[in-house]
């Protein structure tokens, strides 16, 4: 089956600690993207990619870092910077059409980031 | 700016009821809008979605939506709700590559 696994599913943070969430996507969409909710906000989009290689700024990038090295991969590194980082973050994933107008997207089952 | 607005934070509804969630969207061009619903720790699971064409759009679960250009709304309906309805739903407003506006959601609850 196609689809967007993300993992852990639970991820707790310590002070100063980064940490990475993981997003893999076999659909063989081109697109993926990193969003982040908290109650009552909806979803804010941290960053984007289009292409491997190449990754965007969202809305509320700072004290978040990517990379996109594989087609399939976009990681999500919450670094120490992140002073409030505790949400719940699902990964996304489009086609990419050529007209380069908003494709579908897609959502992973999400990772919940907790402080300690 | 795009916007997208739902009025409603949480619904509450008998199952068997009808359903009508409102969504409310400002934008200057034609808008690709989507609805999409999540259960509770889950993610997103696309409902339906409006591109062009015919203004009432059907989609998985029994939902449909209707486009209403001179209303600027995008509400999704259920003429019948089951008790696994119970979710979170989220309007969706693309207004162009990589513009992607989402509605704050509402919070649906389905009583016995």
């Known amino acids: 089956d196609g689809g967007i696994t993300q993992s852990p599913k639970y991820l707790f943070r310590k002070e100063g600690q980064n940490v990475t969430l993981s997003c893999e996507q076999n659909l063989n969409h081109d697109a993926m993207y990193w969003y982040r909710q908290d109650p009552g906000q909806g979803l804010r989009l941290i960053y984007y990619?289009?292409?491997?290689?190449?990754?965007q700024k969202g809305d509320i990038a700072e004290g978040y870092s990517v990379s996109r090295e594989k087609k399939e991969s976009f990681p999500l590194t919450v670094t120490s910077a992140q002073k409030n980082p505790t949400a719940f973050y699902l990964c996304?994933?489009?086609?990419?059409?050529?007209?380069?107008?908003?494709?579908?997207?897609?959502f992973g089952p999400g990772t919940r980031l907790l402080v300690l | 700016a795009q916007s997208v607005t739902q009025p409603d934070i949480h619904i509450t509804v008998s199952e068997g009821a009808s359903l009508e969630l409102r969504c409310n969207y400002s934008y200057g061009a034609t808008p690709y809008l989507f609805w999409y619903v999540q259960s509770p720790g889950q993610g997103l699971q696309l409902l339906l979605k409006?591109?062009?064409?015919?203004?009432l759009v059907q989609g998985i679960k029994g939902f449909e939506a209707e486009f209403k250009r001179s209303q600027s709304s995008f509400n999704l309906r259920k003429p019948s709700v089951h008790w696994s309805d119970a979710a979170e739903y989220f309007c969706?407003?693309?207004?162009?590559?990589?513009?992607?506006?989402f509605g704050t959601g509402t919070k649906l609850q389905v009583i016995p």
């Open positions: 409006y591109f062009s064409g015919d203004t």
């Open positions: 996304a994933s489009s086609i990419m059409g050529r007209r380069q107008i908003q494709e579908t997207q897609y």
């Open positions: 990619s289009q292409i491997v290689n190449d990754f």
């Open positions: 969706v407003l693309s207004g162009g590559y990589q513009k992607v506006t």
